[in-house]
């Protein structure tokens, strides 16, 4: 069918193949990029929302939101190693299985990046409500703090946060690697000290803090999964370890560890902080008088969370710095608060510039139209893309509770993993010859445990959610056949590598140390 026209993969290596970067990364490295990339953003924003979910069981959602993001890295690293160029899971599609499921993934990938950006916004303008509030004793009204969910009218600084995002990324500003090494010393500096002073206050009295683990499983294995499911979006970020393969020495080796090595890591740091919440203020979620659990990000939840007042971490908007400030550490809690104010912004960056590059490759190929890969003559920037990218991101981040952002976030992810997983083992098929950097360990048994686990947290999102994924899809799918299949270089027969010395054919590479 003309629909899974592939485009073809000796095409898209051919200029990645000929500039092979230099192998200089070893497994110590990847490991330190994948914490760094990995921790942040999640556990700041999110521990509140899977709280109210599982309750003290939440511990094991990120167990088992860190197992599944392992073997789908694992997946992952094979095709970022193979094609070592823009794209993301929308190229290796694209290349694998074809152009209808490529523009699928692709507009999935716009829910990873863009609404994450929305939620971490959101996240973000928690924090600095609650820092405004503490310290410089300024408040802002309810209704401009919160969006209609939680009670208020629109989130005007998670708004504001995001359209000044937007005007950077026009500007051209990035992050130089230096000012992300602080960012991320800022962020692990303030979980440390989160854990340091939560295990302190635990130890000096156990009993009570043992008192807040039961029951450990309030609303079930449920509510745990359901928790897991939104928990995935803490580990969002590990692809940066995947699309450094091309970096890495003896990657078949070196790889494998700094992914999971990572994970592992980031999976210890987060259970130690979902621990130090549950033992000093503990983590019961609010529940309807049938004992059911009440959804977050809910009416619902905003009307119980204020008729009980500032008295359930499962309320707060800044769940770690809440929870300091409520066992007599204030200004540790302060502290924590500035960090989060500090270090998200540039995570909201981050997700924007992945979200307008995933566009422009795609315009660029012909799906979307041309004017969205049309290039600022002063400041070199696909403006067009970062302008609307930058409205859609303002508007959801003004209206929508952060739970429900991350939600929607997890569906275009876990879609995007779930197609990577299964075009890895089509490749291994179609072209078992191909020259693999990386190869997936036991790929037969790692991508369908991939499949399936990314299958299972997606249902076990809210019906809510996905309604929006299906609604999203369809949407996609009209933008398609109405547009882009006709507008399709691939379909035109124009194939393109978009780089320097596109026609210079595939060179060697050299033998793996």
Known sequence: MNNWRVKPLDAILATAEKKSLHR?????????????????????????????????????????AGVVCAVAALCYSELAAMVPVSGSAYTYTYAVMGEVLAWMVGWALVLEYAVAAGAVSVGWSGYFVGLLEHQLHITIPHALAVGPNDGGIIN?????????????LVLGTTESASVNAILVAVKVTALSLFIFLAYKTIFANPTEAATHFQPMYPLGIGGVSAAAASIFFAYVG????????????????????????????????????????????????????DGSGIAPGSKELAAACSAIGDNAVVCSKEALAWT???????????????????????????MMFGQTRIFFVMSRDGLLPEVFSKIHPKFKTPYVITILTG???AFFAAFFP????????????????????????????????RKRPFKTPWVYVVAPISILGCV????????????????????????????????????????????????????PVPPID
């Open 402 to 433: 952060v739970g429900a952002l991350a939600d929607i976030s997890n569906a275009g992810t876990l879609f995007a993993f779930a197609m990577v997983s299964i075009a890895v083992m089509v490749l291994r098929k179609k072209d078992p010859e």
């Open 238 to 289: 590990f692809d940066a370890v995947s699309t450094a393969a091309e970096e890495t020495k003896n990657p078949q080796v070196n790889m494998p560890i700094g992914l999971i090595g990572s994970l592992a890591i980031c999976t210890v740091f987060y259970m130690l902080v979902a621990g130090g919440v549950i033992g000093t203020v503990g983590a019961q979620p609010m529940l309807n008088a």
């Open 156 to 168: 005007l600084p998670a708004m504001i946060i995001a359209l000044l995002i937007t005007g950077l």
């Open 324 to 350: 300091l400030r409520k066992v007599n550490f204030a200004t540790a809690g302060n502290l924590v608060g500035l960090a989060a104010g500090i270090a998200l912004p540039s995570v909201i960056l981050m």
């Open 456 to 507: 299972y947290l997606f249902f076990k999102l809210s019906f809510y959610t996905l309604a929006l994924f299906v609604v999203w899809a369809t949407i996609g799918l009209v933008v398609y056949f109405l547009y882009s299949r006709n507008h399709s270089h691939v379909g035109k027969g124009l194939v393109e590598v978009h780089e320097e010395d596109a026609d210079v054919p595939p060179q």
């Open 391 to 393: 409205v859609f991101v």
């Open 24 to 64: 200089s990364l070893g497994a110590f490295q990847l490991t330190m990029l994948g914490i760094g990339a990995v921790i942040g953003t999640g556990i700041f924003v999110l521990t509140a929302e899977a709280a109210q979910k599982a309750g003290p069981g939440m511990i094991w959602s990120f167990v088992i």
